[in-house]
């Protein structure tokens, strides 16, 4: 069973960078497109982005000056970095694997999804 | 990028009862790549329904999808307790790929 989970801090101060981890257990990271994702408190999801194994990359435009997304194979990680960040982009942070296929691919397995908070 | 608008934002329904959740694109989805997902207190989505009404794996029959181009609803037949959560739809056919607001489906 594949599993996913989320690190990094949970407070991080305004204009500074996040920085988020998801280790994937139970699989491998290849062949699959791995994918980050936000959700406001009480409000929708938000795709920030995803990166395939080999690392070719796809922002939300909305994001993508200020992010990056990195995999790391020999690990079985990737990465996510927001860089300036305001208390706009507080909310709880997801990844997941973008492992279900039929065109294009959807998640199938998510991590628990880890809060965020920017605040000083 | 493709506005999804969904309603209601609050439905209020018994076990037993039918639910209809809509979702509105503001623009015409390619291949109906259109998928709904289900979310519990707590927890991460759960994939329900990919291709506008392809069930995914291990979805009970009583979940379904419908729709095209702009217009989509995913019905739940016959409410069980379980069944109650917030629903979310969601465009993955166009950069950026985008969510709805979701619809909360409360015991009434």
């Known amino acids: 069973q594949v599993q996913l989970q989320e690190s990094g801090p949970g407070l991080v101060k305004p204009s500074e960078t996040m920085s988020l981890t998801c280790t994937v257990s139970?699989?491998?990271?290849?062949?699959?497109?791995w994918s980050w994702m936000r959700q406001p408190p009480g409000e929708g999801l938000e795709d920030i982005g995803y990166?395939?194994?080999?690392?070719?990359?796809s922002y939300n435009p909305s994001l993508k000056s200020r992010v990056t997304i990195s995999v790391d194979t020999s690990k079985n990680q990737f990465s996510l970095k927001l860089s300036s960040v305001t208390a706009a982009d507080t909310a709880v942070y997801y990844c997941a694997r973008l492992g279900y296929c039929s065109g294009k691919c959807l998640p199938d397995y998510w991590g628990q999804g880890t809060l965020v908070t920017v605040s000083s | 990028d493709i506005v999804l608008t969904q309603s209601p934002g609050t439905l209020s329904l018994s076990p037993g009862e039918r639910a209809t959740l809509s979702c509105r694109a503001s623009?015409?989805?390619?291949?109906?790549?259109l998928a709904w997902f289900q979310q519990k207190p707590g927890q991460a989505p759960r994939l329900l329904i990919y291709?506008?009404?392809s069930r995914a794996t291990g979805i009970p029959d009583r979940f379904s999808g419908s729709g095209s181009g702009t217009d989509f609803a995913l019905t739940i037949s016959r409410l069980e307790p379980e069944d109650f959560a917030v629903y979310h739809c969601?465009?993955?056919?166009?950069?950026?790929?985008?969510f709805g607001g979701g619809t909360k489906l409360e015991v009434k």
């Open positions: 291709g506008a009404s």
């Open positions: 969601h465009q993955y056919g166009r950069s950026p790929r985008t």
């Open positions: 139970g699989g491998s990271i290849s062949p699959y497109y």
């Open positions: 623009q015409s989805i390619n291949n109906n790549y």
């Open positions: 990166i395939y194994y080999s690392g070719s990359t």
